[in-house]
């Protein structure tokens, strides 16, 4: 069975940009949640999706959104790029909306110029 | 606020030895931990998990332990391999508030010496 698939793996980006990530969940896995990893801060819980619907949300401002398709693919989006916003992006599937166990794609890194 | 604390950015162990990485909350509400290992260039691994209603889950070399009343818990390896070296990331959750948002610490990388 193939994993959580990332795309694209890397992205150069400038400040005020915006750029969209996408995520493959496992086949069968209709949750999906993004987290920010930053050095210091470890993985930072962006927001959670289950069945096209926004589950959860962690504490980032509007620039960072999200959306998950009916396949349970999911996309998130960040506009207005800051330098801050330079990090590794991960997504992480899971059966459904009660399964404690995440299964972590290999994350989009972002550099923002 | 971390919610969630490493407070050992890192740590060195040889090869055989018991290595111990460990992880306060401050949350009482948290009552599923989980740790994770993270290779470079890879997503983070599963590894063990726990819930609060238990203070010990063991899956071969690897051992948690929690101590609630602390709000501590700990991940054992023994014995340590040099395939264990990795950045160890603990997790909670609140379930019973029907969240299931985890709330990560910061890592602590984990050098087994040979």
């Known amino acids: 069975k193939a994993g959580v698939t990332q795309t694209p793996r890397y992205l150069i980006k400038t400040r005020g940009q915006q750029v969209t990530l996408s995520c493959s969940p496992i086949?069968?896995?209709?949750?999906v949640s993004w987290y920010q990893q930053t050095p210091g801060q470890g993985l930072q819980f962006l927001f959670e999706y289950f069945s096209e619907t926004q589950r959860n949300k962690g504490n980032f401002p509007g620039r960072f959104s999200g959306r998950q398709f009916s396949n349970s693919r999911s996309e998130m989006n960040v506009s207005t790029l800051e330098l801050g916003d330079s990090a590794l992006y991960l997504c992480?599937?899971?059966?459904?909306?009660?399964?404690?166990?995440?299964?972590f794609g290999p994350g989009t890194r972002l550099t923002v110029t | 606020d971390q919610q969630v604390k490493q407070n050992s950015p890192s740590l060195s162990v040889q090869e055989g030895r018991i290595s111990i990485l460990n992880c306060d909350y401050t949350n009482s509400m948290f009552d599923y931990f989980l740790w994770y290992k993270k290779y470079p260039a890879e997503g983070p691994t599963f590894l063990i998990s726990i819930s609060s209603i238990k203070d010990k889950n063991e899956d071969g070399r690897f051992t948690v332990f929690l101590n609630k009343s602390a709000k501590h818990l700990s991940l054992h390896i023994v014995p340590s391999q040099p395939g264990d070296s990795a950045v160890y990331f603990c997790a909670a959750s609140a379930t019973t508030s029907g969240t299931y948002k985890y709330i990560f610490g910061t890592g602590t990388r984990l050098k087994v010496l040979a």
């Open positions: 992480a599937s899971s059966l459904d909306a009660k399964s404690y166990e995440q299964y």
């Open positions: 086949s069968g896995h209709r949750s």
